[in-house]
């Protein structure tokens, strides 16, 4: 043993395999022992200590090409050095730690994406009477809308809350969904959309469903990508949100963007298979 040991041996002493020895060898971290007579490497003491220290250093999480200079720094440096890296790791322990906590959120879908309140506001709906589909559609429609719009997307919860409260909005919101099975020149979509703008109009607070959602830039843009979102699968839907949005326009309403088939009024995906909204 006064002559040292394989690297296997050093290896299995250390912790660590050959392998990742001769990658110690190959990065400059630790030297090569020289060659017995033998032609084998001979790991001494110095040697182990060594591959000890860098070892310990790249289990605590220090980056492998930061290790040589550490190690060979002074008292100062060093210390230093490992203030350096506990704040890299209390970032990444940080990072990681909202990671899992997103694989968490994931077993709920609207936890993913959406915050609380959002999630209440959907679990409203269900106990209204809006079915499976129709809020899993109003779903879509608010994380789009966080998305685009996030500055204003605490207000335009606001609204929604509020006018959940209103039976008048909710029977019209249901009527909405219902028409997107209708056929798109059916004559009730026409009547159905007076009664829409008309109750918007009627209503400050829940007109602000429909004009709330403006993101500062790119108004037009950010709104056309919320309010068709799911036109081409239900066209009554898109009529109906056109009628409408026309309606609230020739009454002096401002809604970003021209107007465009299928434009919808309102950040609230409602109804259903056909991912329609009001």
Do not use: C
């Amino acid at each position: 043993m006064s002559n040292g040991v394989t690297i296997g041996q050093a290896a299995a002493f250390v912790g660590i395999t050959v392998k990742t020895v001769r990658h110690y060898h190959k990065l400059g971290l630790a030297e090569e022992p020289v060659r017995d007579g033998s032609g084998y490497r001979r790991y001494g003491s110095a040697d182990l200590l060594r591959l000890v220290q860098v070892r310990t250093l790249a289990v605590a999480g220090v980056p492998l090409a930061e290790i040589g200079p550490l190690l060979d720094a002074d008292a100062a440096q060093f210390a230093t050095a490992l203030a350096d890296v506990e704040r890299q790791l209390t970032e990444r322990i940080r990072e990681l730690t909202a990671r899992r906590d997103t694989l968490h959120r994931l077993s709920d879908g609207n936890r993913a994406l959406l915050p609380d309140r959002a999630v209440a506001l959907l679990e409203r709906m269900a106990g209204l009477g809006f079915t499976e589909d129709e809020v899993a559609a109003a779903r879509e429609g608010l994380v789009l809308a966080k998305a685009l719009v996030p500055e204003g997307f605490d207000d335009h919860l606001d609204h929604v809350e509020h006018a959940l409260r209103d039976s008048r909005f909710v029977a019209l919101s249901r009527r909405a969904a219902e028409s997107a099975a209708w056929e798109p020149d059916d004559p009730r979509i026409a009547e159905l959309a007076t009664a829409l703008a008309d109750h918007y109009l009627a209503s400050p607070e829940q007109l602000r469903i429909v004009t709330g959602l403006q993101a500062r830039t790119e108004a037009a843009t950010r709104y056309e990508l919320i309010a068709r979102h799911g036109d081409a699968e239900a066209p009554a839907a898109a009529r109906l949100a056109a009628l409408v949005e026309s309606r609230l326009r020739a009454a002096g309403v401002r809604l970003p963007g021209a107007r465009l088939p299928g434009v919808r009024p309102s950040g609230v995906r409602l109804p259903g298979p056909d991912s329609r909204r009001l």
